[in-house]
């Protein structure tokens, strides 16, 4: 779990293969000052409040190279840029959090980000104002973890997921499907999905449309139009993005295996 946390702040994960992402971070080392092992961010920081916030970052991903590290405009917090990302950490790097869109604030000494549990309660109540009816599911019988995914029927990524959801399903993963067609309302990928929620075998029409690019063309009353705007009211920055059932957001593409080991992480209480 915290190399997806780390990946998700970081703009790293692979749900931004179907959106426009910031530039990967650079995969050069961190500074020698702040080679900190994530087991010493317990032990007080010691240094300028420069080289606390360069070590904290460091704990999170001793990978990432600190482009730039200086005075922020928050009284008792450094500004660093990360990967093209600006991040604020506090004098005493116990504390940081991101700016932008899919921003967090995080405890660099325990891993744990502060803000998720109030993002997950958000949108788990988001979620909630679509009806199940309105899901298209694939569940294996009595599954151990139940995922809501946001999907587009032409993104690379979801027809990779779907593609092996019967691997998802062999892992006890019982998948969700709501629609966020990411061209928009109106466009042609929304009139696909619209087709495909409004098929009498809604399973078999998003199937053909993930594994064909076609389907037959039709309408009806229906949901996508709502879906849509819960997937942007809940942070959605790329398809497929995929929220277990505590409202945490788990990550875009995740392998079979990879997603079953972090979710049992999220059930266990780990980081």
């Known amino acids: 779990m915290k190399r997806l946390l780390l990946a998700a702040a970081f703009g790293m994960l692979s749900i ?4 426009k992402a910031p530039s990967p971070v650079d995969d050069a080392k961190a500074p020698q000052s702040a080679a900190a092992n994530a087991s010493e961010t317990t032990k007080p920081a010691t240094g300028s409040p420069e080289e606390r916030a360069v070590a904290a970052i460091a704990a999170l991903n001793p990978e990432v190279k600190v482009d730039y590290i200086g005075k922020a405009p928050i009284p008792g917090f450094r500004e660093a840029v990360v990967g093209g990302q600006v991040i604020y950490v506090s004098d005493d790097g116990n504390y940081l959090f991101f700016a932008g869109a899919g921003g967090a604030l995080l405890d660099t000494r325990t891993q744990k980000n502060l803000s998720e549990a109030t993002l997950g309660g958000m949108r788990n109540k988001l979620l909630k ?13 009595n599954p151990k973890h139940t995922v809501t995914v ?3 029927v032409e993104c690379g990524y979801c027809r990779k997921m779907h593609q092996e959801i019967k691997q998802y399903n062999a892992e006890g993963i019982a998948v969700e499907y709501l629609a966020f067609p990411r061209m928009g309302i109106g466009s042609d990928d929304y009139k696909q999905m619209v087709s495909v929620w409004c098929s009498p075998d809604r399973k078999s029409a998003l199937t053909q449309a993930k594994s064909t690019g076609k389907v037959d063309s039709r309408n009806c009353k229906n949901t996508v139009a ?4 819960v997937g942007q009211s809940v942070g959605l920055t790329g398809t497929p993005m995929i929220i ?15 997603l079953r080991a972090a979710l049992d992480k999220l059930e266990a209480g780990g980081s």
């Not at 059932?245 to 079979?256: E, I």
């Open 226 to 229: 709502d879906q849509y705007q």
């Open 244 to 258: 277990a059932r505590d409202g945490s957001q788990v990550g875009g593409y995740l392998p079979a295996k990879a």
């Open 129 to 141: 104002t679509i009806p199940a009816s309105e899901r298209i599911v694939f569940a294996p019988p």
């Open 16 to 19: 931004s293969a179907c959106a």
């Open 150 to 152: 946001f999907t587009d």
